[in-house]
C-alpha cells in the first residue's frame, strides 16, 4: 500500500480546512447592521424616510442656508479644497524642508505642526525637554526658529495653517507676525489660520499648559488681536478631531466641538465683538473616521447644526458667520501597525468621505502613522490619495454629490438630533465650561476609549489585521522608518542656550514688563509679545510670564523659576 | 488560610507624551480583569516609576510610548529596575513604535511589548502567566 509522506497528510489536512474557510467566506455577510457610533440601520431606505422634510428648510442647495449641502454653490468647480499635509519633525530647518518637499509635489497648503516642548510652552534648555526636542512636531523657541522654518515662502501668497492648540498659540502667532513685519508684509495680506484652541488641549495631554481661565484668555486674546489686524486670517480651530481621537463617537464629535468653540466666542461676545465681526473666521479641523457614510453625514449634519445655531441662538445676520469651514484629518486612530499597507486603503475612503463632505481642507494620515513620524514616502503618498481623487475619479464635479440620498438625509437627521441631544445635556448642565470644570467631559472620553476596545475585543467592530484576517507580526516598516535626527534635537538645545546669553538682556527685561503690565491689566497680550518676540525672548519666557499674572507657575512642570525679577 | 493576593500593576506614560488614551484604557482593563492598578499617568520619570513601584509592591510596570522617545527611556527605566533590585517585576512596554524597535526594547530589558490593535486577552493572559511572584 501507498503510504502518505507526512508532508502530504499536512497538505491534505490544511486543503479540507481551507475549503471549510471558503465556504464560510462565500457565504459570509455583516455581522452587525449598526453604524460606527451605533446606530442600528435599516435594510433599505424608502421615500417615505423622508416624509417631512422641506428641501429649501432642511436641505437647501449648496451656499444656501442652511448650508447641509456645502458652502460654496460651485463647491470644488470654483476650487479644488486644499491639499495640505501635516510636517512637523525635528527642527525648523528640518521641517522647512519636508513642507518644500510638499509643495515640490503639488501640495497646496503648509500644515506645520508643533512639538510636544513647543506646545506645552517649554524651552528646549529645559530639563524635561531635552530627550522630547522635535519628536512630534517642529521646535520654536524664538523669532530665529520661525525665520528659519518660514524661509523664502512667501507669506502673503502661500496659505500657511499653524498647528499649535495650547495657550502657546499665542506666542506663535507673535512669532509668525514679528517675522512677517521684520520681512516687510503688510499684516492683513497674511493668509491662513492657526488652531488656537487651548481648551481642547486639556483633553490630549497638555494640562499642565492648558488652566481653563489662561486657555479663554490667551485663545481669546489671538482671536480679538486677528479680527482687528488681519481680516484674511482665520484664528481658531476648533479641533473636534483631536477630541474624536479619544475614542468618542461622530454625534459626541460635534456636539463637544460645538461646545468649545461657544466658551470662545461668549468671551468674545463679552469683550464687545459682534457675533459677525469673528463668526466668519472660525474653523472647525473634523475627523474622517472609517464609516463611510456616517461621517458624511456628520460633515452635512455639523454644517446644518452650525448654520442654526449662528442664526437663531447667537443672532448672526451675515451668511458667512452661518457657514461651517473645515479642514478634515482622517482618523489616525482608526489606523493599525498590523499589515501597515492596508492603512493606505483605509485612508482612501476616508478622504473620500471627507470630499464628499465638501470639505475645505484636507490631510491625509500617512500609512506609518502607527509607527512613527511620517516618512517622505508616506507623505508623498498620503498627497498622491489626495490628487487621485481631485483629478482622477471625477467625484469633485458636482455639489454634494450624495444629497437627496434618502439614506444619507436620513443618516444626516438622525446625527443631527443626537448631537443636539447632547449639547441640550450640556446646557442643562451651565454650559461646557462648566460641565469641563465639573470633569463631565473627562468622564465621556474615558468610558468611551474602553467601550472601544471592548468592541474589538468582542469583534463587534473588525478591523482587518486585527481580529479578523490576522497574519504573522511584521517585523520591518515596508517604506522605511522616520527618526529625529539627533544632531536637530542637540542644535536646538544649544540655539536657545546660545540666543539667551547673546540677546540685549535690558531689551528681554523691558518687553518682557511691559508684558505682564499688559497682562496684569488685562489688556489683550498679543501686541506685547509681539514686540517681546522682536526682542528675543522666548516661548517660555512669553508664556510663563503671562502665567505668573494668572497666578500659575511660571513654569508649567514647576521646575524652573522666572528668570526675569 | 491564605487568600490568594490580586496582581498589582502600574501604568504610566514617562516623559511629556500627552497620548494617555491607551494607557488609560488598559489600566481600566487591567482592573476589570482583577488587578490592582496604580495608574500614574503623565508627566513621570523612569526615577518616580520605579520609586512608586516600590513604594506600591507591584508585581508589573507598564508603559506606553506614542511620541517616539520609546527608545531613550526603555534602557533607563530597566537600569533603574536593575539599580533597586526589581528582578521580580515584569517590565512590559505598550504603544506606537516601528516593528524594527520591537526587538530592540526586548533587547534593552523590556519583558514583552504590545503595539496598538492588541486585544485585551494578549496582554491579560500574557501579564497571569508571566508575573514572577505568584502566591
Redesign the interface.
Do not use: H
Given at each position: 500500500m501507498n503510504q502518505k509522506k507526512p508532508a502530504q497528510i499536512d497538505r491534505d489536512q490544511r486543503m479540507a480546512t481551507d475549503w471549510e474557510d471558503y465556504l464560510k467566506a462565500y457565504y459570509d455577510k455583516p455581522q452587525s447592521t449598526r453604524t460606527w457610533s451605533g446606530y442600528e440601520v435599516k435594510e433599505i431606505y424608502t421615500p417615505k424616510d423622508r416624509a417631512n422634510q422641506v428641501y429649501e428648510k432642511e436641505i437647501g442647495d449648496a451656499g444656501e442656508f442652511p448650508f447641509t449641502r456645502g458652502i460654496h454653490r460651485d463647491m470644488f468647480r470654483g476650487r479644488y479644497w486644499t491639499r495640505r499635509e501635516v510636517v512637523g519633525i525635528g527642527s525648523p530647518a528640518d521641517t522647512h524642508e519636508r513642507a518644500a518637499f510638499c509643495f515640490e509635489q503639488g501640495g497646496s497648503g503648509l500644515n506645520t505642526i508643533a512639538d510636544?516642548?513647543y506646545e506645552?510652552g517649554?524651552d528646549p534648555d529645559h530639563p524635561?525637554?531635552q530627550?522630547?526636542v522635535g519628536?512630534?512636531g517642529v521646535n520654536i523657541s524664538s523669532m530665529k526658529d520661525m525665520e528659519t522654518l518660514v524661509g523664502e515662502i512667501p507669506l502673503d501668497k502661500v496659505s500657511w495653517s499653524l498647528i499649535t492648540a495650547s495657550p502657546t498659540a499665542s506666542a506663535t502667532m507673535a512669532q509668525y507676525v514679528a517675522v512677517a513685519q521684520d520681512k516687510g508684509y503688510d499684516i492683513g495680506t497674511l493668509r491662513g489660520s492657526i488652531q488656537n484652541d487651548p481648551i481642547h488641549f486639556r483633553y490630549?495631554?497638555?494640562r499642565?499648559a492648558c488652566p481653563l481661565d489662561l486657555s479663554i484668555k490667551l485663545g481669546s486674546d489671538v482671536m480679538e488681536f486677528c479680527t482687528k489686524n488681519m481680516p484674511k486670517w482665520y484664528y481658531t480651530t476648533v479641533n473636534m478631531y483631536d477630541l474624536r481621537?479619544?475614542?468618542i463617537t461622530a454625534p459626541q464629535e460635534v456636539a463637544f466641538g460645538f461646545g468649545i468653540a461657544m466658551c470662545y466666542m461668549d468671551e468674545l461676545l463679552r469683550r464687545g465683538l459682534h457675533i459677525d465681526d469673528f463668526a466668519p473666521r472660525f474653523t472647525f479641523y473634523v475627523s474622517a473616521h472609517i464609516d463611510f457614510f456616517e461621517e458624511i453625514a456628520k460633515i452635512r449634519a455639523a454644517r446644518r447644526m452650525w448654520a442654526r445655531l449662528m442664526k437663531d441662538r447667537y443672532g448672526a445676520k451675515d451668511p458667512r458667520s452661518m457657514q461651517f469651514r473645515f479642514a478634515v484629518h482622517t482618523a489616525g486612530?482608526s489606523l493599525?501597525?498590523?499589515q501597515p499597507l492596508n492603512n493606505l486603503v483605509r485612508i482612501s475612503f476616508e478622504a473620500l468621505a471627507a470630499v464628499l463632505g465638501g470639505v475645505q481642507s484636507l490631510h491625509c494620515c500617512s500609512y506609518d502613522?502607527?509607527?512613527?513620524?511620517p516618512t517622505e514616502k508616506g507623505h508623498l503618498q498620503a498627497l498622491r490619495t489626495q490628487q487621485i481623487i481631485a483629478y482622477e475619479t471625477g467625484v469633485t464635479n458636482v455639489a454634494d454629490p450624495l444629497g437627496g440620498s434618502y439614506f444619507v438625509e436620513s443618516l444626516t437627521d438622525k446625527l443631527e438630533q443626537e448631537a443636539l441631544k447632547i449639547m441640550k445635556q450640556v446646557d442643562e448642565m451651565g454650559g461646557m465650561e462648566e460641565a469641563i470644570r465639573r470633569e463631565w467631559l473627562d468622564r465621556q472620553?474615558?468610558e468611551e476609549?474602553?467601550k472601544?476596545?471592548?468592541e474589538?475585543?468582542r469583534g463587534d467592530k473588525l478591523?482587518v489585521?486585527?481580529?479578523i484576517f490576522t497574519s504573522e507580526?511584521?517585523?520591518?516598516?515596508p517604506l522605511g522608518?522616520q527618526?529625529?535626527p539627533e544632531f536637530s534635537t542637540r542644535q536646538q538645545i544649544e540655539d536657545v542656550k546660545r540666543l539667551k546669553q547673546s540677546r540685549d538682556a535690558r531689551k528681554v527685561s523691558e518687553a518682557i514688563r511691559r508684558l505682564r503690565d499688559a497682562a496684569a491689566q488685562g489688556r489683550n497680550t498679543i501686541p506685547a509679545m509681539i514686540e517681546a518676540t522682536k526682542a528675543y525672548a522666548t516661548t517660555a519666557e512669553l508664556l510663563g510670564t503671562v502665567r505668573q499674572v494668572y497666578g500659575y507657575s511660571y513654569d508649567p512642570?514647576n521646575v524652573i523659576e522666572s528668570p526675569f525679577s | 488560610m491564605r487568600s490568594k493576593r490580586k496582581i498589582r500593576v502600574i501604568i504610566s506614560k514617562v516623559g511629556l507624551d500627552g497620548h494617555d488614551r491607551g494607557s488609560k484604557v488598559v489600566a481600566a482593563l487591567l482592573r476589570e480583569a482583577g488587578m490592582e492598578v496604580v495608574y500614574l499617568g503623565m508627566y513621570q520619570t523612569p526615577e518616580g516609576i520605579v520609586q512608586a513601584a516600590i513604594d506600591e509592591d507591584v508585581d508589573v510596570i507598564g508603559v506606553s510610548y506614542l511620541s517616539g522617545e520609546h527608545l531613550v527611556y526603555t534602557p533607563q527605566i530597566v537600569e533603574e529596575m536593575k539599580e533597586n533590585g526589581l528582578d521580580d517585576v515584569l517590565f512590559l512596554v505598550g504603544g506606537s513604535f516601528p516593528p524594527e524597535d520591537i526587538p530592540v526594547m526586548r533587547e534593552m530589558g523590556a519583558d514583552e511589548v504590545f503595539r496598538g490593535g492588541s486585544l485585551t486577552d494578549s496582554f491579560v493572559n500574557y501579564i497571569r502567566q508571566n508575573v514572577r511572584h505568584q502566591d
Open positions: 510636544v516642548t506645552m517649554l524635561w525637554a530627550n522630547e519628536l512630534t490630549c495631554g497638555f499642565p481621537e479619544q475614542g486612530c493599525v501597525p498590523q502613522e502607527p509607527m512613527c513620524l472620553f474615558n476609549g474602553v472601544r476596545q471592548k474589538l475585543d478591523v489585521g486585527v481580529n507580526p511584521e517585523t520591518s516598516t522608518v527618526r529625529i512642570m | -
